[in-house]
């Protein structure tokens, strides 16, 4: 089937569900994001009208007798993004200029008014080098099916193809252009990611306290010798005008430092008058202490958009490592409410410094 094709009917098939985040705010210059291979495989003939039948009630009393026949229930709700990127690089492999897009798809539906179960879809075409985006070979890919629901004053959330620290507060105020930026440099704990089958719970006080926690397992094996499983744990702390996090992490499988092993982290900022100073930290257990740091200024007014400046190191260095860092600028010039223009320039240091320019559009609707 034609990818127009797909497109068409992915957001009929999937009616009963609706949007998580799935705004795609850092450009995947390495992969890094884990994505589910569990692909959609559809046709035209899968959503005929007679095929489709009133399955979501919604929640005692909170939708009554809804007609979903062709369309979305009263309690679902749908969101879109896409960019686009351009670019070139100097000092790669290759420099000659490359295009990738992705997209992604969020649905969303409710059962009790405080509930969620949301699913995300992946779709892209990443270009070629260090400008790489999410690359599903133009096929619709699940990035995550999860449930949340309260449980006394506490958020639980379970699903499949998701991260433990999708219930983490996190204390990082810094729009990263690069996936080395991500997170404040702490991807390997506080944005933590999961293996497969994932249970976490958070926790939110009115002191601006927050606890989260959670623990993620292959799917084939769950907490069993013959699996891999991962834990994630984090403390958050939010003020008007800074925050901080910390979270430690241990897996026994490919998920922590790439690798398996301990690692935590710490990420803040605070926010003066005319920027917002970010930094983290990160030092991971492998056999070998691995460290990493970032540290960058968002200025949230320069003309009619706003603009990040950042460095840190391209991943963790152990004692005696020759370490190699990144420096990148962006500048975010927002068209409109639903599209922004972000072009960018940075600079990864290694056996062979690259130098790279590139130009993101989002799109949001």
Excluded: H, R
């Excluded at 933590?192 to 623990?215: C, E, H, N, R």
């Excluded at 917002?276 to 056999?287: H, K, L, N, R, Y």
């Amino acid at each position: 089937m034609k990818l127009f094709q797909q497109l068409l009917v992915a957001p009929a098939a999937l009616g009963l569900l609706a949007p998580l985040s799935v705004s795609a705010s850092e450009v995947n210059f390495d992969d890094i994001s884990v994505y589910s291979k569990d692909n959609l495989e559809l046709d035209v003939n899968s959503f005929s009208q007679k095929s489709v039948n009133n399955l979501i009630a919604g929640g005692e009393g909170l939708v009554d007798s809804i007609d979903t026949v062709g369309g979305f229930s009263e309690t679902t709700t749908a969101s879109f993004s896409v960019d686009f990127l351009v670019g070139a690089e100097d000092g790669a492999a290759s420099e000659a200029a490359a295009f990738g897009y992705q997209m992604g798809i969020g649905l969303e539906t409710s059962f009790t008014g405080e509930d969620a179960l949301s699913v995300t879809i992946d779709i892209g075409d990443g270009a070629s080098g260090a400008l790489a985006f999410d690359d599903t070979s133009d096929v619709l890919t699940v990035d995550g099916l999860t449930y949340t629901f309260p449980l006394g004053g506490a958020t639980v959330m379970v699903g499949d193809s998701t991260d433990i620290s999708a219930l983490y507060t996190g204390a990082c105020a810094y729009s990263a252009f690069t996936d080395f930026m991500g997170n404040c440099g702490t991807g390997n704990s506080v944005g933590v990611g999961g293996l497969g089958v994932t249970a976490a719970m958070s926790y939110a006080f009115d002191s601006g306290f927050s606890l989260a926690g959670g623990v993620s397992s292959t799917p084939e094996s769950i907490l069993t010798e013959e699996g891999g499983d991962a834990y994630g744990v984090e403390a958050a702390y939010s003020a008007d005008s800074y925050g901080v996090s910390v979270a430690y992490a241990d897996a026994d499988a490919a998920a922590v430092g790439g690798t398996g092993g301990t690692v935590w982290g710490v990420n803040g900022y605070y926010a003066f008058d005319f920027a917002t100073i970010s930094a983290g930290f990160e030092s991971a257990d492998a056999g070998i202490t691995a460290d990493g740091f970032f540290v960058g200024l968002s200025f949230p007014e320069v003309g009619a958009g706003s603009l990040d400046i950042g460095m840190g190191t391209t991943g963790l260095f152990a004692e005696g490592q020759t370490e190699y860092y990144t420096y990148e600028a962006s500048y975010a010039y927002p068209l409109n409410d639903s599209v922004t223009i972000t072009p960018g320039i940075y600079i990864v240091e290694g056996a062979t410094d690259v130098t790279g320019v590139a130009l993101k559009t989002s799109f949001s609707f």
